[in-house]
């Protein structure tokens, strides 16, 4: 059984593990929660970390259970980005963080299945290999492949839609009278 230091972990893994809490869940006060529970089980449980994997993806699927059963607790679809519908003033750099994860694809990716969501991130987000991704989730590599596959294609359909919404918009089909 591997010895974990838990001052060299939190050096090296702690701002990855933040980062994939932050995508997984658009809020930076939930990604810090999320990435500092993954670190309080790591000095819980270093003694279940056996060395079958890295300690990053070890420490990945920890998160991903966490964040998973967070979700389960909190009902069928956890209430995202509160902070925009809340009274509450966060800082700057918070607001900017919340905004850019609004606006940007991982605001798609958090409408996805469970394991697809959790495959992109993996892969697009934090780079892991497939073998990396199917040791953090428990799963075959097939499993793995089928979730990155059906994850983008759904992604796919989603911007379509969401452009053809665009284009379509509320005013089509209405004819556009200027007063002449």
Known sequence: MPDVDLADALRDHFARIRRAALVLTGNPWDADDLAQETFLTLTRQQTAFQGRSSLYTWLYGILLNLERR?????????RKLRVLWTHETPAADARMEVSEWRRGLWSQVARLPD????????????????DEIAAVLSCPLGTVKSRIFNGLQSLRNMLRDDMTGLVEGP??????????
């Open 70 to 78: 967070e979700r389960r607790r909190s009902g069928l679809r956890r």
């Open 115 to 130: 394991g697809q969501r959790q495959a992109l991130v993996l892969r697009f987000s934090e780079h892991l290999s497939y």
């Open 171 to 180: 005013w089509s089909g209405e004819r556009v009278h200027d007063g002449i």
